[in-house]
C-alpha cells in the first residue's frame, strides 16, 4: 500500500508562510524548489496572493509536497 502523506509536517509550513510568505520558503521547505525562486521574483505571486492561496491550503489540509504527498500531519 502506497502512503500519500508527506513526511512533512504542516506546522513548519504554516508558520513559515506566515512568516516568510512571500519569499516562498514554505515552498522550499516542501521541496517546491522551482515555484519557490518564482515566488521570490514576482514578490509573492504579485504582493502577496500566492502565499495567501497556500496559507488557506495549507489551513484546508490540503498542500503537497515535491512528490504531490499531502502535508497532512500537524507535528
Not at 17 to 28: A, K
Not at 29 to 58: H, N, Q, S
Amino acid at each position: 500500500m502506497e502512503t500519500t502523506i508527506s513526511d512533512k509536517k504542516r506546522l513548519p509550513a504554516l508558520l513559515l508562510c506566515l512568516l516568510f510568505g512571500p519569499l516562498g520558503i514554505h515552498r522550499f521547505y516542501v521541496g517546491k524548489i522551482g515555484t519557490g525562486v518564482l515566488t521570490i521574483v514576482t514578490i509573492g505571486g504579485f504582493l502577496g496572493i500566492w502565499p495567501l492561496i497556500d496559507l488557506i491550503i495549507i489551513i484546508w489540509g490540503s498542500f503537497k509536497d515535491k512528490q504531490g504527498l499531502v502535508v497532512e500531519a500537524w507535528t
